[in-house]
């Protein structure tokens, strides 16, 4: 079978049956070899009977959300290339030519854009249209360098092997996401094709939840980028407080009317802490993430995690400590000049911010390469233990069958009986003749 069709469904007995002729007729007219796939989410309106007699084939999944739903269709399909699209009538499965075309053309994925090929007044709310839709695509276009400019356009197709090698797991609306964003980082051939959007044909109230569902797709594109979600932000910070901690080192810095001293020197340090934890966790998550095949490998990842040993590690980390040791060290010193008495705050914490800024951080140096070999570890699978009773009847059944062996061979080699000429057997029945008759 060329093209399954599956539509996630939860109470559309308003639409699920035109959407499901619609479907059909364009196999019939575009001779396509193909199916329609209701992933049913526990309807209550007989959505499952309105599809069957449709055409369709309704599969029960049990586990609730758009994600699971979907997930649920795709792995029960059984054609070579799958479609998705929503039961309420407002994508036209009638126009599905242009992305099989794209799929016979070698594309693992082929999304539709809603922007490009038009949106029907009134089929998207202006909050979507305007904002939710645009800021998230172009979140997903940054943060994972995608060329789609519909995230999440709800109309699409793709190879079902090449989407089920990716693994996808999220059961709401953000699945939407997570097929691009895993597509684009697995390098999968990517295309969009102008599709139309019209209101959709339900009285109800439609499933999706602006806020909530916008925030679980932020949060996963999110969560998928440690670059974003901890790098950058960490760089950052250490950027910001180096600059800062290095210019008020020396005393106050004012510009214009404002005086910068040792209250903003304080925060630097803090700043400096704050990016450099979060550079560690960016390195962290990274390596986590392609161990566990979340995120694809990633080569500089994986040359600084090799070059940055246990040693390379322990030895940068003794050197933030030293340095921040030498920095208590002369503060005692400029203390005992003043004879342990009462110290300038402008002058003491000059010397102590630095200080316990490169304390800290040789601590959390210490700590994140200790975590990384502990990430490095490779679990290794020992051989089982052998059953003695096992390991016998193993022998004796080895044995067997070599003496089996030996003696077809034998068998094989033995020289067959000589047989009778025909002469002999003539004679002989020669004689056999006359004793009768006499």
């Known amino acids: 079978m060329e093209l399954s069709v599956v539509m996630p469904c939860l109470n559309e007995a308003e639409t699920i049956e035109t959407c499901v002729r619609k479907t059909i007729g364009f196999f019939e007219e575009s001779g396509i070899d193909g199916e329609v796939v209701i992933a049913d989410n526990g309807s209550t309106d007989g959505s499952q009977q309105l599809a069957r007699d449709a055409g369709a084939r309704v599969v029960p999944v049990a586990d609730k959300g758009y994600g699971n739903a979907l997930m649920g269709g795709i792995a029960a399909a059984r054609g070579r290339y799958v479609a998705m699209g929503d039961a309420d009538d407002s994508y036209d499965f009638t126009t599905l030519g242009p992305f099989l075309d794209e799929l016979r053309d070698g594309a693992d994925l082929v999304m539709g854009n809603r922007f490009k090929g038009g949106i029907a007044p009134g089929a998207m709310p202006p909050l979507h249209r305007y904002l939710g839709n645009p800021v998230l695509s172009f979140v997903g276009r940054l943060f994972f360098r995608s060329k789609i400019g519909d995230f999440h356009c709800g109309l699409r197709a793709f190879d079902k092997d090449a989407i089920m090698r990716l693994g996808l797991q999220t059961g709401g609306m953000e699945f939407a996401s997570e097929m691009v964003v895993k597509a684009t980082l697995q390098g999968y051939d990517i295309r969009e094709v102008p599709t139309t959007l019209s209101p959709d044909g339900r009285t109800r109230a439609p499933h999706l939840n602006t806020w909530r569902d916008g925030w679980r797709h932020l949060r996963f594109l999110t969560l998928y980028s440690p670059r974003w979600l901890f790098l ?121 911010v630095p200080a316990a800024t490169a304390l800290v951080m040789s601590l959390q140096a210490l700590f994140a390469t200790a975590f990384i070999s502990i990430l490095g570890i490779r679990r290794r699978q020992h051989p089982p233990i052998a059953d003695a009773a096992a390991e016998a009847a193993g022998v004796v059944d080895a044995a067997a069958h070599r003496v089996e062996a030996e003696r077809r061979r034998d068998a094989a080699t033995q020289p067959a009986e000589p047989k009778a000429s025909a002469g002999t057997g003539a004679a002989t029945g020669a004689e056999t003749d006359d004793e009768g008759t006499g």
């Open 232 to 352: 950058i932000p960490g760089l950052v910070f250490m950027t910001l407080g180096l600059i800062a901690g290095i210019a008020l080192s020396t005393g106050p810095v004012t510009v214009g009317d404002v005086a910068f001293d040792v209250d903003t020197l304080v925060g630097a340090g803090a700043a400096m802490v704050i990016g450099f934890q979060a550079v560690v966790f960016a390195v962290l998550t990274k390596v986590y993430a392609m161990q566990e095949g979340f995120l694809p490998d990633d080569r500089r990842v994986k040359r600084l995690i090799n070059w940055w040993s246990l040693e390379r590690g322990l030895a940068v980390s003794g050197l933030l400590a030293v340095a921040g040791l030498a920095g208590l060290v002369a503060s005692l010193l400029h203390w005992r000049v003043n004879d342990f008495g009462e110290l300038d705050p402008r002058e003491s914490l000059r010397i102590v």
